[in-house]
């Protein structure tokens, strides 16, 4: 199975902070996505990427950016945070044929 | 209309009893069907994948697709409290596209 690592699982920030969210897998998966999920709104696509370098924008990317400059890292970043970013943010690799994905355990974002 | 529509629940049950859990969707492009699970705190875990219409089963659960009216299911037998857990359907239309997921629906299985 495909193993996703976010590497922060709680993270307190404060308004107008610069934040990164770093995720790695481990199977070598062209595909990887940013997601958000919060009560009552399930799972929202933020950014996605299908190859190094390659991004492109999903269903809510106002005020997010990303990076890929490996295959197995894709990174999320929030260039000034404020607190309407407070959420559960989630990183998945896959796709594939199905597109069926694997995800990290999350990185729970409270923005101050 | 949304593209996928999920009861929102919560559900509440006993332990022991048959929990049966319902997406419906609008696009007839959907292919894939997928059944995640995802317990307090933790990220999304596959639980079921069918292609196309039709059952498949996994010791307790039961997956079902109803193409011609757009419709899936999720079936739990003698559930347990370890089932407890939100359940979210995805679904996509194939190589490399997007999942579309429903909203979820919080399941809780009371001893």
């Known amino acids: 199975d495909v193993k996703v690592t976010q590497s922060s699982r709680y993270l307190v920030k404060r308004t107008g902070e610069k934040v990164f969210l770093e995720c790695v897998q481990d199977m070598d998966h062209e595909n990887m996505f940013w997601y958000r999920q919060d009560p009552g709104l399930g799972l929202r696509l933020i950014y996605f990427?299908?190859?190094?370098?390659?991004?492109e924008k999903g269903d809510i990317p106002e005020g997010y950016s990303v990076s890929r400059e490996k295959k197995e890292r894709f990174s999320l970043i929030l260039e000034s945070a404020s607190t309407n970013q407070t959420s559960m943010y989630l990183c998945?690799?896959?796709?594939?044929?199905?597109?069926?994905?694997?995800f990290g355990e999350g990185s729970r974002l409270t923005v101050l | 209309q949304k593209e996928v529509e999920q009861d929102p629940g919560p559900l509440s049950v006993p332990e022991g009893a048959i929990v049966s859990l319902n997406c419906t969707y609008s696009n007839s492009a959907f292919q894939y069907f997928m059944w995640y699970r995802q317990y307090s705190r933790k990220g999304p875990e596959l639980l079921m994948y069918t292609y196309s219409s039709g059952n498949k089963e996994d010791g307790r659960f039961t997956a079902q697709v109803d193409k011609s009216s757009k419709y899936i299911s999720l079936f739990i037998r003698d559930s347990q409290p370890s089932d407890s857990a939100t359940y979210l359907c995805a679904m996509s239309v194939g190589a490399n596209s997007k999942l579309t997921f429903g909203k979820g629906i919080t399941l809780s299985v009371r001893p």
């Open positions: 990427s299908y190859d190094v370098k390659m991004k």
């Open positions: 998945a690799a896959g796709g594939g044929y199905t597109g069926e994905l694997f």
